[in-house]
Every structure is written in structure tokens, then in C-alpha cells.
């Protein structure tokens, strides 16, 4: 039994390596609220995204969030969902000069995580990922924002290994919409390179 859980094991390193150098650089997005600009990866041979995100925990704070292909259109309809309540709530708020708010949405969307632990990358399997908007007052000026988060993630190789998690936040519904824009279907299949001749005949 020992040997045939050190062999597991040994396959989903393999696995997890392989995937690391597969992938290419695809596009990026910014983070207008914070002032920065993050890479957003694409593994030509499955369809996976690998979204960097902005980092919770100081001393690990490279990773994100990981979207296997067969995730990708339940993604892209929380965020559209997400996109609709967030509209809703700012007109709500503006018409009632609400200043300060926190809500959670009731939008459920699982994904994967990645990580880099130490000089590792790790990955968690599966991520309920939770929305939340919030009204916040910076320097006399209303932030209507919402933050797409991981919560704490743990490394499904290693659960001691453990990081604060990652999000992404929209300040906007203009930054929600060309973020979805950017890992639109059409954008990721016109990236993803056509088979050759040679390629589509095989012996």
C-alpha cells in the first residue's frame, strides 16, 4: 500500500511539472485599484488558464487562480452574474448615498489554485471562490468594488502547506467586462495555434 501511494504520488508531481512549463504567455489585465498589472497564462495542450492574482499572504504572493477548461464558461457566467448584482447594488447605493458596505453574493463557482511555495509550485485541486462587494471611502472618493477570492489555500500534495489565498478586484463594470473580454472562448481559440497538414494526417 506504502508503495503504490509513493507511486501516486510520484505520477502527480510528474504531472504538475509538466504542466508548469506548458504554459504560454496569453494576455494580461490590470488591477486598477491597487495600480497593477498581472499575466494571465494559457496551456495550449489542455485549455487551462492560470490567472495570476493579487496575493493576501506577504511572503508567498506569487499564484492565482487556475481555470481547467472544462471550467471555463461556468467562470465566465459568475462573473457575468456577478457583474449584474454589482451593477444593481452600485445604483442602489448611489440612490440612497450609502458610503460605506460589505456583502457577500450568493454565486457559487469552483476552480483550482496554484501557488509558489518557497521555490515550489503547489496546486489545490479545488476552490469555491466567493464574491463580495464592498463600498469603501478613499481620500473623499466612493470605491464601488468587487473582489473574487480563494480563501486559504492549501497544497492538495502537502495540506501543511498553506497560504493566505489570492483575489481579484474590479472596480467597475467597464474592468469586469474586458477582463471577461480578455478570456473570452474566441480569444483563447484564436490564440490556441491550428493543427498542421501533416499535422491532421497521421499515419
Known amino acids: 500500500m506504502k508503495n503504490l501511494m509513493s507511486f501516486i504520488t510520484l505520477c502527480l508531481l510528474t504531472i504538475t511539472t509538466v504542466e508548469s512549463y506548458a504554459q504560454e504567455n496569453f494576455t494580461t489585465y490590470d488591477n486598477t485599484y491597487f495600480g497593477k498589472t498581472y499575466d494571465i497564462k494559457l496551456s495550449l495542450e489542455k485549455g487551462d488558464l492560470y490567472i495570476d492574482a493579487m496575493a493576501l499572504d506577504d511572503l508567498y504572493d506569487k499564484g492565482g487562480i487556475r481555470i481547467r477548461k472544462e471550467q471555463h464558461q461556468d467562470f465566465l457566467n459568475a462573473i457575468a452574474e456577478a457583474k449584474t448584482k454589482y451593477n444593481e447594488w452600485v445604483k442602489i447605493a448611489q440612490e ?104 491532421l494526417f497521421k499515419d
Open 96 to 199: 440612497n448615498n450609502v458610503r460605506a458596505f460589505d456583502k457577500s453574493m450568493n454565486i457559487k463557482c469552483k476552480v483550482g489554485s496554484y501557488f509558489l511555495y518557497g521555490s515550489e509550485w503547489k496546486f489545490q485541486l479545488v476552490v469555491n471562490l466567493t464574491f463580495d462587494f464592498q463600498i469603501l471611502e478613499d481620500e473623499g472618493e466612493l470605491k464601488y468594488l468587487l473582489f473574487i477570492r480563494t480563501g486559504e489555500l492549501k497544497s492538495s500534495s502537502n495540506e501543511h502547506l498553506k497560504v493566505d489565498g489570492f483575489l481579484l478586484v474590479f472596480s467597475s463594470v467597464n474592468e469586469i467586462d474586458a477582463f471577461a473580454n480578455k478570456i473570452s472562448s474566441q480569444k483563447i481559440n484564436t490564440f490556441i495555434p491550428k493543427p498542421t497538414e501533416k499535422d
